[in-house]
């Protein structure tokens, strides 16, 4: 893979604005395991291998289950992931593809069963900042640390 500019190096502010992104997420209610969850779940999407590599380690790490990771991609098709779970990731896969319908009513009917206004955007916000890195890393060919 070709080298490229690195935003970190050439605009260190602009990694200090998402990492205050990344701050705000930290002290909010969204659950390690709900991150995690969005994180890779986006990555995957979007073919972030950066992401996926940093993302799944620290799920890891968190005590997440190897088996649910390794059927992340085909979690409408086990019974690994909770109602509430499920949800997390449709809402998930809707923002991320977000050209295709958007979010659909059904699933924010879903989400609001499930999820109080506070933790709902917390969500959102996720999906939003993982969405961003995923396009700073796959845009500047970030290389993946061991």
Known sequence: MDKR?????A???AYKAMFALEGYLQQGQLSKMHKDLIKIRVSQINGCAFCIDMHTKEALKNGEDQQRLFLLDAWRHTDMF???EKTLLQITEEV????????TVETYQK????????????????ITT??????????????IGN
Not at 130 to 143: E, L
């Open 11 to 13: 605009e260190p502010l």
């Open 111 to 126: 989400a609001i069963e499930h999820f109080d206004a506070n933790y709902f955007s917390q969500i959102i916000m996720a």
């Open 82 to 84: 909770t109602e509430e």
């Open 96 to 103: 991320t593809l977000i050209h295709l319908n958007g979010l």
């Open 130 to 143: 993982i969405n961003a890195w995923n396009r700073i890393a796959i845009s500047t060919h970030k290389p």
């Open 5 to 9: 500019i690195q935003i970190d190096a």
